[in-house]
């Protein structure tokens, strides 16, 4: 199976990241430990966490995903086979938020304590703060590279500009780089990223890690009417796409799943790690079986029709913007 490195990181992961937004959520610790478990065993190694998961829960506080993962790497013995990246910057509540480096400083421990680690694969800022300074955030993420307690460093929900004045920074400066990004993006979601970011990322070497993957579920089939949307606690998300041009690429996917002989969300995850600059998409799981297509995905090679037909029916926002 082909790996891919992140930016010049040296770090090098599975074309499937594994989203541990649905621990402490929709996922309890048990099931968790089962779903790591299939995930590694079916040759993924990154985990994406952050934080603030699932703080939106109620009686939640937030970091009880990166509990539950810590947990498990502790139980199982296997940190060294794992890379872990988590994110820091949203709201913990009490005015704990945002990139200052005292913030920073204080997150990064608590991370750590939760991730039962020493080190931190990759830590990404999980949204721009525009009250701090790029020099500031850079300046305590260069501390922590420098301490051992970081590895690597990404963005997420970043602009264009934004950072493409991060990635100047790091070059003129001397602050380490954002070797990653993680957008919004999918067969659905085009246009943000491919119009503005993807130019920037393929340029500077920047590897990408995008995250609803899936739509929130759309892209698996499972919502394909507004009485589908109460089949899951995610349900409601996929409403937005709930229209002629979702409607028209569910059912391009349908025509690309029953040649391939393959689910939809299988499918909609390989156009997504065939595309230019991907590392590799991020998708959750709620249970092994789920999860068993979602990885699959990472050894099937659309054809050629295939690809036409889904760049086809999914560009339209693209081209309109």
């Given at each position: 199976?082909?790996?891919?490195?992140?930016?010049?990181?040296?770090?090098?992961?599975?074309?499937?990241?594994?989203?541990?937004?649905?621990?402490?959520?929709?996922?309890?610790?048990?099931?968790?430990?089962?779903?790591?478990?299939?995930?590694?065993?079916?040759?993924?190694?990154?985990?994406?966490?952050?934080?603030?998961?699932?703080?939106?829960?109620?009686?939640?506080?937030?970091?009880?995903?990166?509990?539950?993962?810590?947990?498990?790497?502790?139980?199982?013995?296997?940190?060294?086979?794992?890379?872990?990246?988590?994110?820091?910057?949203?709201?913990?509540?009490?005015?704990?938020?945002?990139?200052?480096?005292?913030?920073?400083?204080?997150?990064?421990?608590?991370?750590?304590?939760?991730?039962?680690t020493d080190?931190?694969?990759?830590?990404?800022?999980?949204?721009?703060?525009?009250?701090?300074?790029?020099?500031?955030?850079?300046?305590?993420?260069?501390?922590?590279?420098?301490?051992?307690?970081?590895?690597?460093?990404?963005?997420?929900?970043?602009?264009?500009?934004?950072?493409?004045?991060?990635?100047?920074?790091?070059?003129?400066?001397?602050?380490?780089?954002?070797?990653?990004?993680?957008?919004?993006?999918?067969?659905?979601?085009?246009?943000?990223?491919?119009?503005?970011?993807?130019?920037?990322?393929?340029?500077?070497?920047?590897?990408?890690?995008?995250y609803y993957?899936l739509a929130?579920?759309?892209?698996?089939?499972?919502?394909?009417?507004?009485?589908?949307?109460?089949?899951?606690?995610?349900?409601?998300?996929?409403?937005?796409?709930?229209?002629?041009?979702?409607?028209?690429?569910?059912?391009?996917?349908?025509?690309?799943?029953?040649?391939?002989?393959?689910?939809?969300?299988?499918?909609?995850?390989?156009?997504?790690?065939?595309?230019?600059?991907?590392?590799?998409?991020?998708?959750?799981?709620?249970?092994?079986?789920?999860?068993?297509?979602?990885?699959?995905?990472?050894?099937?090679?659309?054809?050629?029709?295939?690809?036409?037909?889904?760049?086809?029916?999914?560009?339209?926002?693209?081209?309109?913007?």
């Amino acid at each position: 199976m082909k790996r891919s490195r992140l930016g010049n990181s040296g770090i090098e992961i599975a074309p499937l990241a594994l989203g541990g937004n649905v621990f402490g959520w929709t996922v309890d610790e048990t099931t968790g430990f089962r779903i790591l478990d299939a995930f590694v065993a079916g040759g993924g190694n990154m985990i994406d966490t952050a934080d603030t998961y699932s703080r939106w829960i109620p009686g939640n506080e937030g970091g009880e995903s990166e509990t539950i993962i810590g947990k498990w790497m502790k139980t199982r013995g296997n940190r060294d086979k794992v890379v872990i990246a988590t994110k820091v910057g949203s709201d913990m509540g009490a005015n704990r938020k945002g990139l200052s480096r005292n913030y920073i400083t204080v997150a990064v421990e608590d991370s750590l304590r939760r991730l039962r680690t020493d080190y931190i694969d990759l830590y990404q800022s999980h949204k721009d703060d525009p009250d701090t300074p790029l020099e500031e955030t850079l300046g305590a993420y260069a501390d922590l590279i420098r301490q051992g307690k970081v590895r690597a460093i990404g963005a997420s929900n970043y602009s264009a500009p934004r950072m493409a004045e991060a990635l100047m920074l790091s070059e003129t400066q001397g602050y380490p780089k954002y070797e990653t990004l993680q957008p919004r993006y999918n067969l659905y979601d085009r246009a943000e990223y491919e119009i503005m970011l993807e130019p920037l990322c393929r340029t500077k070497g920047i590897s990408v890690i995008p995250y609803y993957s899936l739509a929130s579920g759309f892209l698996t089939g499972k919502y394909r009417s507004r009485d589908d949307l109460s089949k899951s606690a995610r349900g409601q998300s996929a409403r937005m796409y709930l229209n002629g041009r979702g409607v028209r690429i569910l059912n391009a996917l349908d025509v690309v799943a029953q040649r391939q002989n393959a689910p939809l969300a299988t499918i909609a995850l390989a156009w997504l790690m065939a595309r230019p600059g991907i590392a590799a998409p991020i998708a959750s799981a709620t249970s092994v079986e789920q999860l068993a297509e979602l990885l699959r995905a990472m050894t099937l090679e659309l054809d050629e029709a295939s690809h036409e037909l889904l760049a086809r029916v999914s560009v339209e926002r693209a081209a309109a913007a």
